[in-house]
Each structure stands twice: as C-alpha cells, then as structure tokens.
C-alpha cells in the first residue's frame, strides 16, 4: 500500500498542473512551449542549488545510469513536453487527452516483456476500465471541441509514448541513482531539448508576477511529483503506477469544477468511476516485493 499511497500523492501534485499552467496562458500569455522549457529549467536549477549547498556529492552521475538519464531527458522529458504543447493546438486538448492517456497501454506492454513484470487478466481489465474512464472523463464524446487530424493524432501519440518513457526510464534508473540528481540531470537535458523552440523576446515577455507561478510547478507537480513516483516503483510495478496516475483527470475535473465552477457532465462521472474502478482492481492484486 505504501507505494500505491506514494503514486497517488504524486498524481494530486500532477493534478495542480492544469490551473497553474492555465492561469499562466490567461493572464500572462505565455506559450505552452514556454512554459514547458521554464518549467523544466527551473526544475533543474532548483535541485542544482539544492545539492550543491547539502549533497555536493551526488552531482556526480554514476556511469551506469548516464544512458538512461540522457534518453529520459530527451524523451520523456524534452520530447514529451514539446508533443503536448504543440498537440494543445493541433489537436485540441481532449483529443490529446484521450491519445496521451494510451501510455499506460505502451507502458504495460514493455513492462511485460522487458521488465518481466506479472500481466494477468486483472491487470488488462483494469487498463481497460482506465482507458475508457479517461476517454468519458476527457470528453471524447464532444465532437465539436475534437479537432482530429493525422498530424494531431500523430503528435497525440507521440506524447503518449513521451509519457511511457518517462514512466519507464523512472523505472529503471530506480536504484541505480538518487533520484534528485536523476531529476536534475533529466530535466536540464529536457530544457535543453525545448530551448530551440523559445522565442528570442522570451526573457523581455516574462512577467514578475508569472514567477512565483512557474516556480509553483517547478516545485510541486514537476519536483514533487516526479519525486515520489520514483520513490513508488521501488515498492510497485511500473505498469501499475502508470494506471493509477489516470486519476490525474479525475483530480484534474475536480480542480477545475472547484476553481473554476466547471460543471461535469454525466459521462465524465462515470468516467471518473471506472478510473476508481481501476485503480480498486489493482488493489487486489498479491503485494509486490519492494525492487532496489
């Protein structure tokens, strides 16, 4: 149960992505790119910071593991960002929605085969309890806010597998580095990805009023959250967390009918309980022996 209580706190941290970032685009105008490559950079310098003040130590990357967060930077971090913000505007954010919650398909699937992790017929059943959960709660229903296109499912798809890396990178660098030097190396190497993609009049556009803000995700729903889904796949399997992370829209629907008085639609409801169905079936599934 640790584990899962350790994914399911990280999910809450995710969830608080979607009002800060919206908050930026509204009132600060910032690119979704933007704020994608600040988010990352000040992830990175904030652990920066932190280590080199309490743990100079662990700014050495051990050498087994340089690989993997060179692929985790460029990918489920660099690649995954840049797919999202620009799948916000080809493909509209339900069509993204549903395309980017395939990852825990991609991630059960390499998890099954390269990680020899169990893929029973609880864990399908529940994958396709998440998968339809996040389709209703996503409103895949609403036709007219889907844009679809080939070059949005394309970018759809390609930030779900941006996504799967980054599951399954966490998941195998679990035990062979500390995870804050993971999360500064792999973010540092994710802003570097996005930086092309920066406009020129970035630094004269940004606000001091947008700072807190970015440094609020930088903390919470990217260093937090990230922090303790890693911490998670030592006592679960990563197939396994990815499913419970769908909760995200479940929290995400809540956050925004709390904030913004969004109201939810009746399929969204029972969209949000096959996502709880989901992650239940899971729950019974035989404890899983903690891996280092």
Not at 145 to 162: E, F, K
Not at 194 to 204: H, K, T
Request: include cysteine; hydrophobic fraction near 60%.
């Amino acid at each position: 149960m640790r584990g899962y209580a350790l994914v399911l706190v990280a999910t809450v941290l995710w969830s608080t992505l979607g009002p800060l970032t919206r908050t930026l685009l509204q009132n600060f105008s910032l690119p979704a790119i933007s704020i994608a490559f600040l988010r990352a950079a000040l992830a990175s310098s904030l652990t920066f910071v932190a280590l080199a003040l309490t743990r100079r130590d662990l700014l050495r990357m051990p050498a087994n593991a340089a690989s993997h967060v060179l692929a985790l930077g460029i990918v489920g971090i660099g690649g995954f960002y840049a797919a999202l913000a620009k799948g916000i505007e080809v493909a509209g954010i339900a069509l993204l929605a549903v395309l980017t919650y395939m990852a825990p398909v991609w991630v059960t699937v390499v998890g099954a085969v390269a990680l020899n992790e169990p893929l029973n017929s609880r864990k399908v059943v529940a994958l396709a309890l998440s998968l339809t959960g996040c389709a209703l709660a996503s409103k895949v229903y609403d036709i007219d806010a889907m844009i679809v296109s080939l070059p949005g499912i394309a970018i759809g798809l390609a930030a779900s597998v941006g996504y799967a890396a980054f599951a399954i990178f966490s998941k195998t660098l679990s035990g062979k580095c500390d995870p804050r030097a993971m999360l500064m190396y792999a973010y540092g190497i994710g802003a570097i990805v996005l930086l092309p993609f920066q406009s020129s009049d970035l630094a004269r556009a940004l606000q001091p009023a947008a700072w807190p803000l970015l440094a609020a995700i930088a903390i919470g729903p990217t260093l937090g959250a990230w922090g303790l889904f890693s911490l998670s796949l030592r006592f679960v399997p990563v197939s396994n967390a990815a499913i419970v992370t769908s909760l995200d829209v479940v929290f995400s629907n809540l956050a925004a009918f709390l904030l913004y008085r969004e109201l939810l639609d009746f399929p969204q409801m029972i969209g949000g309980a096959l996502i709880l169905a989901a992650v239940a079936l899971l729950q019974l599934e035989p404890p899983n022996h903690p891996t280092t």
